[in-house]
């Protein structure tokens, strides 16, 4: 082989390498984005001086960009989730997605000194990407909050507190009992109830 040819071939060899090094990179920074976007709402959330409709219409907003609220109600409602049809599924969709913005803007409101730190970033074999972060208020102990997140499409599909809370296992613990008895239509109705009553 010419030296010539050898020149090219290892300059494809390493333009292949740093590309694909390249995009590993863009993977994880775009899910530390999604997770960047979320605390931002949030603290936009927490210092604003809006009704709580506003604010949950506001984050709901941001939210669909940064989770995929689809596949986690998909994950909690079991396998159950192939017996419903699209109209369902599309309903049931949106009201979790109304619910975890609910969750969101009363949780992180009116806290004093509220601010995010991100850790680190990990990946994992099954294309999952784990964006570490500390959630920092003045006087308390900084709190760990890990993101679980799919390399594909960079949206965030889990929240673990102190590395062991998994959001997903909670909401699939306390809902299971409404699935069992009534289903999607009456996880819809106790998830509005459950807003209306605590608005």
Not at 164 to 193: H, Q, V, W
Request: proline letters at 1%; a positive charge; glycine letters at 2%.
């Amino acid at each position: 082989m010419g030296i010539m040819k050898i020149k090219i071939f290892l300059l494809f060899i390493f333009s292949t390498f740093f590309y694909f090094v390249s995009l590993d990179a863009k993977a994880s920074k775009s899910c530390q984005e999604s997770v960047n976007i979320l605390h931002e709402t949030l603290i936009k959330n927490n210092n604003s001086k809006k009704n709580i409709e506003f604010r949950l219409n506001l984050i709901q907003q941001e939210l669909k960009g940064v989770f995929d609220y689809k596949k986690m109600i998909r994950m909690i409602y079991g396998h159950d989730w192939k017996k419903l049809d699209d109209d369902q599924k599309e309903q049931l969709s949106n009201t979790f997605l109304r619910y975890i913005s609910y969750n969101y803007s009363k949780r992180f409101f009116n806290i004093k000194d509220l601010n995010f730190k991100v850790l680190s970033n990990e990946e994992l074999q099954n294309k999952i990407i784990i964006v570490n972060t500390n959630l920092l208020v003045t006087d308390d102990e900084p709190l760990k909050i890990s993101y679980i997140c799919s390399k594909k499409d960079n949206l965030l599909f889990d929240v673990l507190l102190k590395d062991s809370i998994s959001e997903i296992s909670t909401k699939k613990s306390e809902f299971k009992s409404t699935i069992d008895k009534n289903g999607a239509s009456g996880l819809i109705e106790a998830i509005n109830k459950f807003i209306r009553l605590t608005d």
